[in-house]
Nanobody, 124 residues
Framework: QVQLVESGGGSVQAGGSLRLSCAAS????????VGWFRQAPGKEREGVAV???????RYADSVKGRFTISQDNAKKTVYLEMNSLKPEDTGMYYC??????????????????WGQGTQVTVSL
């Protein structure tokens, strides 16, 4: 079992920045792919970034060039640095982990472990 705890959400104006953290309960966290997802009211949860065990990162087109996913193994934490935030980035952000992630990483289906989420609100 892996417990995940997100933090770092908040309210910012458009153009601002936030850094989200996903802290894991295990030092074997490096053996898991980790994804960041967001869910806006009335919409499906969708992947925005993923970090695989080989260090490969992938991003949704909507956040490329603005968001960066990274990992600090010593701290058992994965981060999502979000810059140039837009109102459409508003939503609940979740991290997920899986030792063998779904082929379609953007989908929330099939990921083994989830955190409780942290709210991000971007206003004009």
């Amino acid at each position: 079992q892996v417990q995940l705890v997100e933090s770092g959400g908040g309210s910012v104006q458009a153009g601002g920045s936030l850094r989200l953290s996903c802290a894991a309960s295990t030092y074997t966290f490096r053996r898991y792919s980790v994804g960041w997802f967001r869910q806006a009211p009335g919409k499906e949860r969708e992947g925005v970034a993923v970090l695989d065990t080989d260090g490969t990162t992938r991003y949704a087109d909507s956040v490329k060039g603005r968001f960066t996913i990274s990992q600090d193994n010593a701290k058992k934490t994965v981060y999502l640095e979000m810059n140039s935030l837009k109102p459409e980035d508003t939503g609940m952000y979740y991290c997920a982990a899986d030792s063998f992630r779904p082929r379609d990483w953007v989908s929330a289906v099939g990921w083994d472990y989830w955190g409780q989420g942290t709210q991000v609100t971007v206003s004009l």
